[in-house]
């Protein structure tokens, strides 16, 4: 069974930096499969954050483009979302899975990332 597993979040200043990792166990094919972070905060929808095929090619929600970057290693099944320049509407709980949700694994419980003075 696929076990999605997302960490490295916490309380930031704004302007500040965090590195989020996701974790795929048991999946046989996470290296042919596009991923994506997507985050979800209080009140509101889930939304999508960026994506990575499995080439490498990355893709960013507007809102976040030039401050993300989306990486993979796909011998050991992670990927990473570098945040930089971190703002308050930046704070969600933030969640990995694969970009097709057609398909998606069961969802992790993800990671808060809190962006406050």
């Known amino acids: 069974q696929v076990q999605v597993v997302e960490s490295g979040g916490g309380w930031v200043q704004p302007g500040g930096s965090l590195r989020l990792s996701c974790a795929i166990s048991?999946?046989?094919?996470?290296?042919?499969?596009?991923m994506a972070w997507y985050r979800q905060a209080a009140g509101k929808s889930r939304e999508l954050v960026g994506s990575i095929t499995s080439d490498g090619t990355t893709n960013y929600a507007d809102s976040v483009k030039g401050r993300f970057t989306i990486s993979r290693d796909n011998a050991k099944n992670i990927m990473y979302l570098q945040m930089d320049s971190l703002k308050p509407e930046d704070t969600a709980v933030y969640y990995c899975?694969?970009?097709?949700?057609?398909?998606?694994?069961?969802w992790g419980e993800g990671t808060q990332v809190t962006v406050a003075s």
């Open positions: 048991g999946s046989r094919f996470f290296s042919t499969y596009a």
């Open positions: 899975n694969r970009f097709n949700l057609r398909s998606a694994y069961a």
